[in-house]
C-alpha cells in the first residue's frame, strides 16, 4: 500500500523568507502524481502545486515549486519570498487512481 | 468554470440526532465525487466516493452513509450521530476525464456533536 510521510508536524519562517516542507512516500507503481494542498485557517483545502512522475521537470508555480527526487521517493515543497499568507496547514498527497492518500500535515507559521 | 457548494457551514447537533450534509458541483458533468473527514488537528480520511449515480464505494464501516441522487449532488447522512461523528467534512471532486488524480475541495462542513 501507498504512504506519505510529513516528518515535519511544524515550521516557521520569516516574512520574504525561503522554507522548504518536507515528503517522502511510498509506492511499488512508476506512473503518479504528487501534490501539495494548502489548508488555511479558514480549512478550504486548495491545491498548490501538482507534480506527474513521469515528468522530470520540477513543477513550479510562482512562489512555489518542488523537488522531486523519483529515485529517493522525495517530494518537497520550496515557498520563497514567503508571505504571511501562506501560514497555514500543507498537505502532501500521492495519487496513481482516483483516489488521494495525504500526508499527516505540517504546520507552517509565517512571522512579520 | 467549475465550483463546489457545501451546506450548511457549521452544524451543531446533539447525539442521536440524524445528520444531512450536501454538496453541489457547479459546471462540470460526470465528475468523480468524494467525502472526507477531518477530526481537528489530523488529516484527512477518505469517508466514501462515487463515480456515477447510484455509485458509492465507502472507505470505512461506520455509522455514516452517502448518496449520490444527481449527477452533481453528493449527500452525507447518518440516522443517529455519535460524539465520535464531530469534525471537519470536505467533500471534493475530480473529472473523470484526464486529470481524474486532482481534486478540488469545498469550503467544508464543521460538525459538532454534544
Known amino acids: 500500500a501507498q504512504t506519505v510521510t510529513q516528518s515535519q508536524p511544524e515550521m516557521s519562517v520569516q516574512e520574504a523568507e525561503t522554507v522548504t516542507l518536507s515528503c517522502t512516500y511510498d509506492?511499488?507503481?512508476?506512473?503518479?502524481?504528487l501534490f501539495w494542498y494548502k489548508q488555511p485557517p479558514s480549512r478550504q483545502m486548495i491545491l498548490v502545486i501538482r507534480?506527474?512522475?513521469?515528468?522530470?521537470q520540477n513543477a513550479t508555480e510562482n512562489r512555489f515549486s518542488v523537488n522531486f527526487q523519483k529515485a529517493a521517493k522525495s517530494f518537497s515543497l520550496k515557498i520563497s519570498d514567503s508571505q504571511l499568507g501562506d501560514t497555514a496547514m500543507y498537505f502532501c498527497?500521492?495519487?496513481?487512481?482516483?483516489?488521494?492518500?495525504f500526508g499527516t500535515g505540517t504546520r507552517l507559521q509565517v512571522f512579520p | 468554470s467549475q465550483t463546489i457548494h457545501q451546506w450548511p457551514a457549521t452544524l451543531v447537533q446533539p447525539v442521536g440526532s440524524p445528520l444531512s450534509l450536501e454538496c453541489t458541483v457547479e459546471?462540470?458533468?460526470?465528475?468523480?465525487l468524494y467525502w472526507y473527514r477531518q477530526a481537528a488537528g489530523r488529516g484527512l480520511q477518505l469517508l466514501f466516493y462515487?463515480?456515477?449515480?447510484?455509485?458509492i464505494s465507502s472507505e470505512v464501516p461506520q455509522n455514516l452513509s452517502a448518496s449520490r441522487p444527481q449527477d452533481r449532488q453528493f449527500i452525507l447522512s447518518s440516522k443517529k450521530l455519535l460524539l465520535s461523528d464531530s469534525g471537519f467534512y470536505l467533500c471534493?471532486?475530480?473529472?473523470?476525464?484526464?486529470?481524474?488524480?486532482?481534486?478540488?475541495f469545498g469550503p467544508g462542513t464543521r460538525l459538532l456533536v454534544l
Open positions: 471534493a471532486w475530480s473529472t473523470q476525464l484526464a486529470g481524474a488524480e486532482t481534486q478540488y
Open positions: 509506492t511499488s507503481e512508476n506512473n503518479y502524481y
Open positions: 507534480q506527474e512522475a513521469y515528468k522530470q
Open positions: 498527497a500521492f495519487s496513481n487512481t482516483d483516489k488521494l492518500i
Open positions: 459546471g462540470t458533468s460526470n465528475p468523480n
Open positions: 462515487s463515480v456515477g449515480i447510484g455509485q
